[in-house]
């Protein structure tokens, strides 16, 4: 009995460490990341959410700089309007320009910056979205790593900088990494409005079909009642001379 209790005892104390450990580890998982709305497939354009979290409890995040890539530039950036932030985008000129559209592009974004119009920012315990539309999203890579400045109300600066790395733990303070999905044939659903034509047009076949077969057979439906009528008629005549005779 009293090794029984023992174990007990244990094993509530291992349940209550290993709570602890949680409840400890919990706000590691909070950092600023980068999720796009739907999918960001290679070769294509994508609307992403910079997604930053508040981490302090007596202070407020007013700043967010978020740095692009400089191995894949890209040539499209356009931020969507926050209400309560200001917003700035930055550009640089690029020592290999690209070529988009067929257009040579001399010059990419290099940092997108916001900042807390009335100085209010993210208050604690919330977090805010930023929304970019970024393009075209390079071919000959599987993720872009941004890197991202926090600064808080009490001129705290939190560097989300560290590059994570497979089979290896996550970083105390890892940079917001964009994963690139498949490319694909059509980003703008061309093939979708094609199969759409196709539809209406085969509806449209059937239902000619559907016409003409309908036509074609009240007509002999009529001429049978024609040729039924005439017959009636000669048989009326005939047994009329049958009874005069």
């Known amino acids: 009995m009293q090794a029984s209790r023992i174990a007990s005892r244990a094993l509530a104390a291992g349940a209550v460490a290993g709570t602890a450990v949680l409840a400890l580890s919990v706000p ?4 600023v990341s980068v999720q796009p709305e739907g999918t960001a497939a290679k070769g294509g354009y994508a609307v992403v959410d910079f997604k930053v979290p508040n981490e302090r409890d007596s202070a407020s995040t007013t700043r967010i700089e978020v740095s692009f890539p400089a191995d894949h530039p890209l040539a499209s950036v356009m931020p969507e309007p926050v209400a309560g932030w200001t917003v700035k985008v930055t550009k640089s000129k690029l020592d290999k320009p690209l070529t988009v559209h067929g257009e040579k592009i001399d010059e990419a974004v290099t940092k997108v910056t916001w900042t807390a119009a009335d100085g209010k920012g993210i208050q604690p315990g919330y977090f805010q979205k930023f929304p970019l539309s970024l393009g075209a ?7 872009l790593v941004f890197k991202a400045v926090q600064t808080y109300s009490n001129k705290e600066v939190v560097r989300w900088i560290e590059v994570p790395q497979a089979g290896q733990d996550e970083p105390e303070n890892p940079a917001p990494v964009l994963q690139l999905s498949a490319a694909t044939d059509d980003h703008h659903g061309t093939a979708g409005a094609e199969d759409a034509s196709d539809r209406t047009a085969t509806a449209a076949a059937d239902s000619g079909s559907g016409s003409h077969g309908t036509d074609t057979t009240a007509r002999v439906l009529g001429v049978v009642g024609i040729v039924v009528g005439v017959a009636g008629v000669a048989y009326g005549v005939l047994a009329g001379r049958r009874r005069t005779a």
């Open 137 to 143: 999203l390079p071919e000959n890579t599987d993720q």
């Open 28 to 31: 590691a998982f909070a950092h």
